[in-house]
Protein backbone atom coordinates (compact mmCIF):
# COMPACT_ATOMS: atom_id res chain seq x y z
CA UNK A 1 0.00 0.00 0.00
CA UNK A 2 2.96 2.46 0.94
CA UNK A 3 4.71 1.97 -2.18
CA UNK A 4 1.83 2.43 -4.03
CA UNK A 5 1.13 5.33 -2.18
CA UNK A 6 4.38 6.84 -2.92
CA UNK A 7 4.51 6.27 -6.74
CA UNK A 8 1.56 7.77 -7.36
CA UNK A 9 2.21 10.90 -5.35
CA UNK A 10 5.70 11.22 -6.88
CA UNK A 11 3.73 10.40 -10.53
CA UNK A 12 1.43 13.00 -9.80
CA UNK A 13 4.37 15.29 -8.69
CA UNK A 14 6.73 14.82 -12.24
CA UNK A 15 3.21 15.31 -13.97
CA UNK A 16 2.31 18.65 -12.09
CA UNK A 17 5.61 19.68 -12.58
CA UNK A 18 5.85 19.18 -16.23
CA UNK A 19 2.84 20.90 -16.96
CA UNK A 20 4.48 24.22 -14.97
CA UNK A 21 7.54 24.19 -16.91
CA UNK A 22 5.96 23.45 -20.24
CA UNK A 23 3.06 26.18 -19.68
CA UNK A 24 5.75 28.77 -18.93
CA UNK A 25 7.93 27.31 -21.67
CA UNK A 26 5.08 27.85 -24.63
CA UNK A 27 4.19 31.61 -23.61
CA UNK A 28 7.61 32.72 -23.88
CA UNK A 29 7.97 31.08 -26.89
CA UNK A 30 4.91 32.49 -28.28
CA UNK A 31 5.85 35.67 -27.08
CA UNK A 32 9.83 34.96 -28.95
CA UNK A 33 7.69 34.16 -32.28
CA UNK A 34 5.82 37.21 -32.15
CA UNK A 35 8.39 39.59 -31.27
CA UNK A 36 10.49 38.33 -34.03
CA UNK A 37 7.53 38.72 -36.50
CA UNK A 38 7.46 42.57 -35.62
CA UNK A 39 10.80 43.06 -36.29
CA UNK A 40 11.26 41.54 -39.25
CA UNK A 41 8.54 43.62 -40.72
CA UNK A 42 10.01 46.85 -39.31
CA UNK A 43 13.20 45.90 -40.84
CA UNK A 44 11.10 45.39 -44.27
CA UNK A 45 9.92 48.92 -44.64
CA UNK A 46 11.12 50.81 -47.32
CA UNK A 47 13.32 54.27 -46.52
CA UNK A 48 11.73 56.14 -49.25
CA UNK A 49 10.92 59.36 -47.97
CA UNK A 50 7.55 59.79 -49.85
CA UNK A 51 6.36 56.77 -47.84
CA UNK A 52 7.43 58.00 -44.77
CA UNK A 53 3.96 58.81 -43.34
CA UNK A 54 3.17 55.32 -44.57
CA UNK A 55 5.60 53.49 -43.26
CA UNK A 56 5.53 54.74 -39.50
CA UNK A 57 1.55 54.40 -39.75
CA UNK A 58 1.93 50.78 -40.68
CA UNK A 59 4.74 50.22 -37.75
CA UNK A 60 2.30 51.86 -35.40
CA UNK A 61 -0.43 49.39 -36.42
CA UNK A 62 2.03 46.31 -36.44
CA UNK A 63 3.13 47.26 -32.94
CA UNK A 64 -0.61 48.14 -31.42
CA UNK A 65 -1.84 44.62 -33.14
CA UNK A 66 1.07 42.39 -32.05
CA UNK A 67 1.03 43.94 -28.38
CA UNK A 68 -2.91 43.77 -28.82
CA UNK A 69 -2.40 40.16 -29.77
CA UNK A 70 -0.44 38.53 -27.18
CA UNK A 71 -2.57 40.76 -24.67
CA UNK A 72 -5.34 38.59 -25.51
CA UNK A 73 -3.45 35.46 -25.56
CA UNK A 74 -2.50 35.57 -22.15
CA UNK A 75 -6.25 36.45 -21.31
CA UNK A 76 -6.79 33.40 -22.50
CA UNK A 77 -4.82 31.58 -20.33
CA UNK A 78 -5.40 33.14 -16.69
CA UNK A 79 -8.99 34.31 -17.04
CA UNK A 80 -8.26 38.26 -16.33
CA UNK A 81 -8.55 41.37 -18.04
CA UNK A 82 -6.18 43.24 -16.66
CA UNK A 83 -3.23 43.23 -19.27
CA UNK A 84 -1.54 46.41 -20.53
CA UNK A 85 -1.50 47.08 -23.98
CA UNK A 86 0.05 49.60 -26.36
CA UNK A 87 -2.84 52.61 -26.88
CA UNK A 88 -5.82 51.19 -29.45
CA UNK A 89 -7.15 54.82 -30.05
CA UNK A 90 -5.57 54.98 -33.25
CA UNK A 91 -7.49 52.15 -34.49
CA UNK A 92 -11.02 51.87 -36.28
CA UNK A 93 -12.73 51.94 -33.03
CA UNK A 94 -15.79 50.01 -35.10
CA UNK A 95 -13.41 47.14 -35.43
CA UNK A 96 -12.51 46.87 -32.04
CA UNK A 97 -15.92 46.74 -31.05
CA UNK A 98 -16.51 43.85 -33.17
CA UNK A 99 -14.18 42.33 -31.61
CA UNK A 100 -14.87 43.06 -28.33
CA UNK A 101 -18.31 41.34 -28.85
CA UNK A 102 -16.88 38.00 -29.73
CA UNK A 103 -17.68 35.71 -26.63
CA UNK A 104 -14.88 33.39 -27.56
CA UNK A 105 -11.36 34.05 -26.70
CA UNK A 106 -10.18 31.51 -29.38
CA UNK A 107 -12.19 33.70 -32.40
CA UNK A 108 -10.39 36.89 -30.56
CA UNK A 109 -6.72 35.58 -31.42
CA UNK A 110 -7.23 34.05 -34.92
CA UNK A 111 -9.85 37.31 -36.10
CA UNK A 112 -6.38 39.72 -34.70
CA UNK A 113 -4.32 37.28 -36.50
CA UNK A 114 -6.30 37.66 -39.89
CA UNK A 115 -5.93 42.11 -39.00
CA UNK A 116 -2.40 41.25 -38.92
CA UNK A 117 -1.86 39.41 -42.01
CA UNK A 118 -4.68 41.27 -44.35
CA UNK A 119 -2.37 44.63 -43.61
CA UNK A 120 0.75 42.82 -44.87
CA UNK A 121 -0.49 42.24 -47.75
CA UNK A 122 -2.21 45.04 -48.18
CA UNK A 123 1.12 47.16 -47.38
CA UNK A 124 3.36 44.84 -49.35
CA UNK A 125 0.94 46.26 -52.75
CA UNK A 126 1.45 49.76 -51.55
CA UNK A 127 5.19 49.30 -51.44
CA UNK A 128 5.88 49.78 -47.93
CA UNK A 129 7.19 46.32 -47.52
CA UNK A 130 10.46 45.63 -50.53
CA UNK A 131 11.45 42.20 -49.07
CA UNK A 132 10.96 39.56 -51.21
CA UNK A 133 8.08 37.55 -50.65
CA UNK A 134 10.43 34.31 -50.04
CA UNK A 135 11.64 36.22 -47.44
CA UNK A 136 8.19 37.77 -45.88
CA UNK A 137 7.11 34.48 -45.97
CA UNK A 138 9.15 33.60 -42.91
CA UNK A 139 6.83 35.97 -40.65
CA UNK A 140 4.02 34.50 -41.24
CA UNK A 141 5.45 31.32 -40.37
CA UNK A 142 6.33 32.85 -36.83
CA UNK A 143 3.05 34.39 -36.12
CA UNK A 144 1.39 30.35 -36.83
CA UNK A 145 4.00 29.32 -34.36
CA UNK A 146 3.08 31.79 -32.01
CA UNK A 147 -0.01 30.91 -32.20
CA UNK A 148 0.45 26.90 -32.36
CA UNK A 149 2.27 27.55 -29.09
CA UNK A 150 -0.28 29.58 -27.28
CA UNK A 151 -3.07 26.72 -28.09
CA UNK A 152 -0.68 24.06 -26.44
CA UNK A 153 -0.39 26.42 -23.75
CA UNK A 154 -4.53 26.54 -23.60
CA UNK A 155 -4.29 22.62 -23.55
CA UNK A 156 -2.70 22.91 -20.00
CA UNK A 157 -5.47 25.05 -18.52
CA UNK A 158 -8.74 23.33 -20.56
CA UNK A 159 -7.63 19.61 -19.30
CA UNK A 160 -6.44 19.46 -15.61
CA UNK A 161 -5.20 16.18 -13.66
CA UNK A 162 -7.63 13.51 -14.49
CA UNK A 163 -10.02 13.78 -11.83
CA UNK A 164 -10.27 9.55 -10.33
CA UNK A 165 -6.52 9.51 -10.48
CA UNK A 166 -6.42 13.11 -7.94
CA UNK A 167 -10.03 11.46 -5.90
CA UNK A 168 -7.91 8.15 -5.61
CA UNK A 169 -4.89 9.74 -5.03
CA UNK A 170 -6.51 11.63 -1.75
CA UNK A 171 -8.61 8.58 -0.40
CA UNK A 172 -5.43 6.61 -0.17
CA UNK A 173 -3.91 9.47 1.95
CA UNK A 174 -6.54 9.66 4.40
CA UNK A 175 -6.07 5.84 4.89
CA UNK A 176 -2.54 6.12 5.14
CA UNK A 177 -3.22 9.17 7.61
CA UNK A 178 -5.81 6.81 9.72
CA UNK A 179 -3.45 3.66 9.78
CA UNK A 180 0.01 5.46 10.70
CA UNK A 181 -0.61 6.58 14.12
CA UNK A 182 -1.70 2.53 14.44
CA UNK A 183 1.33 1.63 13.37
CA UNK A 184 3.78 3.44 14.75
CA UNK A 185 2.02 3.50 18.12
CA UNK A 186 2.90 -0.75 17.85
CA UNK A 187 6.29 -0.26 17.28
CA UNK A 188 7.64 3.15 18.76
CA UNK A 189 8.22 2.21 22.86
CA UNK A 190 7.39 6.35 23.55
CA UNK A 191 4.51 8.26 22.57
CA UNK A 192 6.70 11.22 21.76
CA UNK A 193 8.61 8.70 19.16
CA UNK A 194 4.88 7.81 17.95
CA UNK A 195 3.86 11.29 17.36
CA UNK A 196 7.23 12.46 15.44
CA UNK A 197 6.57 9.48 13.36
CA UNK A 198 3.41 10.23 12.61
CA UNK A 199 3.66 13.71 11.94
CA UNK A 200 6.47 13.33 9.94
CA UNK A 201 5.39 10.64 7.70
CA UNK A 202 2.07 11.76 7.16
CA UNK A 203 2.87 15.59 6.62
CA UNK A 204 5.60 15.07 3.86
CA UNK A 205 3.04 13.24 1.86
CA UNK A 206 0.34 15.59 2.06
CA UNK A 207 2.96 18.68 1.46
CA UNK A 208 4.03 16.67 -1.54
CA UNK A 209 0.35 16.35 -2.94
CA UNK A 210 -0.50 19.84 -2.13
CA UNK A 211 2.79 21.12 -3.81
CA UNK A 212 1.78 19.01 -6.90
CA UNK A 213 -2.39 20.51 -6.97
CA UNK A 214 -0.61 24.07 -6.51
CA UNK A 215 1.57 23.51 -9.56
CA UNK A 216 -0.24 21.95 -11.97
CA UNK A 217 -2.43 24.48 -13.01
CA UNK A 218 -0.07 27.61 -13.93
CA UNK A 219 -2.26 29.85 -15.54
CA UNK A 220 -4.46 32.19 -13.17
CA UNK A 221 -4.40 34.48 -11.03
CA UNK A 222 -3.26 33.04 -8.03
CA UNK A 223 0.19 33.90 -6.37
CA UNK A 224 2.03 30.84 -7.37
CA UNK A 225 0.83 31.35 -11.07
CA UNK A 226 3.09 31.91 -13.89
CA UNK A 227 3.65 35.87 -14.05
CA UNK A 228 1.92 36.55 -16.79
CA UNK A 229 1.34 40.74 -16.09
CA UNK A 230 5.77 40.08 -16.34
CA UNK A 231 5.50 38.76 -19.19
CA UNK A 232 2.96 41.23 -21.04
CA UNK A 233 5.28 43.92 -19.47
CA UNK A 234 8.07 42.02 -20.99
CA UNK A 235 6.84 42.27 -24.59
CA UNK A 236 5.61 45.87 -24.76
CA UNK A 237 9.32 46.97 -23.66
CA UNK A 238 10.45 45.67 -26.45
CA UNK A 239 8.12 46.44 -29.00
CA UNK A 240 8.75 49.95 -27.62
CA UNK A 241 11.99 49.57 -28.09
CA UNK A 242 11.94 48.14 -31.75
CA UNK A 243 9.80 50.91 -33.26
CA UNK A 244 11.83 53.82 -31.84
CA UNK A 245 14.29 55.92 -33.28
CA UNK A 246 17.35 53.69 -32.63
CA UNK A 247 16.26 50.65 -33.39
CA UNK A 248 14.84 51.91 -36.92
CA UNK A 249 18.54 52.52 -38.20
CA UNK A 250 21.85 50.39 -38.03
CA UNK A 251 24.88 52.21 -36.30
CA UNK A 252 27.51 53.20 -38.80
CA UNK A 253 30.86 51.46 -38.78
CA UNK A 254 33.76 54.21 -39.02
CA UNK A 255 36.94 51.55 -40.30
CA UNK A 256 40.02 52.47 -37.54
CA UNK A 257 42.81 54.46 -39.07
CA UNK A 258 45.08 51.12 -39.07
CA UNK A 259 42.44 49.07 -40.31
CA UNK A 260 42.68 50.09 -44.40
CA UNK A 261 41.89 46.51 -45.49
CA UNK A 262 39.52 44.20 -43.90
CA UNK A 263 42.54 41.35 -43.81
CA UNK A 264 44.51 44.15 -41.49
CA UNK A 265 41.32 45.12 -39.55
CA UNK A 266 41.00 41.67 -38.68
CA UNK A 267 44.29 40.82 -37.22
CA UNK A 268 44.33 44.13 -35.59
CA UNK A 269 40.99 43.62 -34.26
CA UNK A 270 40.86 44.14 -30.61
CA UNK A 271 38.79 42.56 -27.43
CA UNK A 272 36.99 44.95 -24.97
CA UNK A 273 34.11 43.97 -22.34
CA UNK A 274 30.59 45.20 -24.13
CA UNK A 275 29.44 46.76 -20.69
CA UNK A 276 32.70 49.03 -20.93
CA UNK A 277 32.45 49.85 -24.26
CA UNK A 278 28.68 50.44 -24.07
CA UNK A 279 29.35 52.76 -21.34
CA UNK A 280 32.23 54.92 -23.07
CA UNK A 281 29.86 55.29 -26.34
CA UNK A 282 26.89 56.78 -24.03
CA UNK A 283 29.07 59.07 -22.31
CA UNK A 284 31.10 60.21 -25.66
CA UNK A 285 27.03 60.89 -27.12
CA UNK A 286 26.46 62.89 -23.78
CA UNK A 287 29.28 64.85 -24.54
CA UNK A 288 28.82 65.24 -28.51
CA UNK A 289 24.97 66.02 -27.44
CA UNK A 290 26.13 68.82 -24.91
CA UNK A 291 28.84 70.38 -26.68
CA UNK A 292 25.93 70.63 -29.92
CA UNK A 293 23.85 72.14 -27.13
CA UNK A 294 26.65 74.86 -25.92
CA UNK A 295 27.85 75.59 -29.69
CA UNK A 296 23.66 76.27 -30.60
CA UNK A 297 23.61 78.68 -27.53
CA UNK A 298 27.03 80.56 -28.55
Not at 139 to 159: C, D, P
Not at 168 to 183: A, K
Not at 275 to 282: I, P, R, S, Y
Amino acid sequence: FVSILGFMIVFRSNQAWSRYWEGADLVQQARGEWVSAASSLLAFCTRKPELATKVKAFQCQIVCLVSLLYATSLQTLSGGNHFETFDLSGMDQADLGALEAETESEVKIEVIMQWIQRSIIEHIDMGVITAAPPIVSRVFNELSGGVVKVSSARKIKEVPFPFHYAQMLGVMLILYTMGVPVVSAFIMKTWWGAASTTFSNVFVLWCVNYLSVEIEQPFGEDPNDLPLEDEMSHMNRTLSMLIGETAQRAPKYHLPANGRSVSRFAATVRLASLGAQLKAAASAGAAGRAGGQADTGG
